[in-house]
């Protein structure tokens, strides 16, 4: 069965958990690249520079193929993974998760780590609004000017999203489609024989 949606947050969420004086303060992000990813640990970094962690992990992609998980100098495993499961657990990509620590003097071990990150990554991802969105493909289509109002009637009916035209005699246009729809629209574009369609971007004649 094919996956057509994906569930990521819809805005940043930050919560707190305490051990043994230490604080981890886990801060949840949307990200889709991973230079967004960059600079929120960065902006934590300068933020909170009298912490001793910065801590994180992330998975991007409606695939969720592009992940890591970063320990930042803690015990190997302790962290990252936690953080990562805790992502994976909520079945969420597009997601960034930073857990900055403040440390109390006590050190907590490893099985108190990993219970400490996953602890602060879970209590955050419960505060988000979780989002499910649909897995897109993009179409690149080409007709003649009295048949735009045509091409954007059909991609409107099947809950396209215009995202680029140029509109000359002759008209180009960019669009994204829900995979549910996209082989529906496109054989109802194919129908009206006036537009054409192309599966790479259409290079400047």
Request: negative net charge; aromatic residues 10%; glycine residues 6%.
């Amino acid at each position: 069965m094919t996956v057509e949606t994906y569930k990521t947050i819809a805005a940043a969420q930050i919560a707190e958990f305490k051990d043994k004086g230490s604080r981890f303060i886990a801060f949840a992000y949307p990200v889709e690249t991973v230079a967004e990813v960059k600079q929120y640990v960065d902006a934590l970094r300068e933020q909170h520079h009298k912490a001793r962690h910065w801590c994180y992990a992330y998975r991007l992609g409606v695939d969720g193929m592009q992940f890591r998980a970063n320990d930042d100098g803690e015990p190997s495993g302790s962290a990252g993974r936690p953080i990562l499961g805790q992502i994976d657990s909520a079945d969420l990509t597009d997601v960034l998760v930073v857990v900055v620590r403040y440390f109390g003097g006590t050190l907590l071990g490893v099985p108190g780590l990993i219970h400490a990150y996953k602890t602060a990554t879970a209590e955050a991802l419960s505060l988000v609004e979780v989002l499910e969105k649909n897995i897109e493909k993009t179409v690149w289509l080409r007709c003649e000017y009295p048949h735009l109002n045509d091409a954007i009637r059909i991609a409107k009916q099947y809950q396209g999203n215009i995202v680029q035209q140029d509109l000359q005699l002759d008209c180009r246009l960019t669009v994204k489609l829900p995979l549910a729809t996209y082989e529906a629209c496109v054989a109802a574009w194919q129908q009206t024989r006036q537009i054409t369609l192309f599966s790479e971007v259409l290079q400047e004649d």
